[in-house]
């Protein structure tokens, strides 16, 4: 997957408000795999992946149709970045 910038937490969120409470965790999980996999097409083909874009979780949740931006203070927004940075953060981790 490419580098995340702010920018590609605050789409993802965005994003996941579009999709119930519930599948929030799970849907961010998968749209982290499926970044990595573009990224891979598009380092081996040499184009973007055609459902899933170039690599970015910014063109992944883009693909997923994001609603505008809320205030920073709208706590389903919160709780939403939260879950990004938290899918993230386990990403990063090391395999025990």
Do not use: C
């Not at 590609?8 to 965005?14: H, I, N, P, Q, S």
């Amino acid at each position: 997957m490419r580098q995340i910038l702010l920018g590609d937490v605050t789409a993802a969120a965005r994003a996941l408000l579009t999709a119930p409470p519930g599948d929030r965790a799970r849907l961010i999980r998968l749209w982290l795999d499926q970044a990595h996999m573009a990224h891979a097409f598009h380092k081996r083909i040499g184009r973007p992946h055609p459902l899933w874009g170039n690599g970015s979780l910014m063109a992944r949740a883009l693909a997923a149709g994001p609603r505008a931006e809320p205030l920073p203070s709208d706590p389903d927004y919160l709780s939403a970045l939260r879950l990004v940075i938290e899918a993230l953060l386990d990403r990063r981790a090391p395999v025990a």
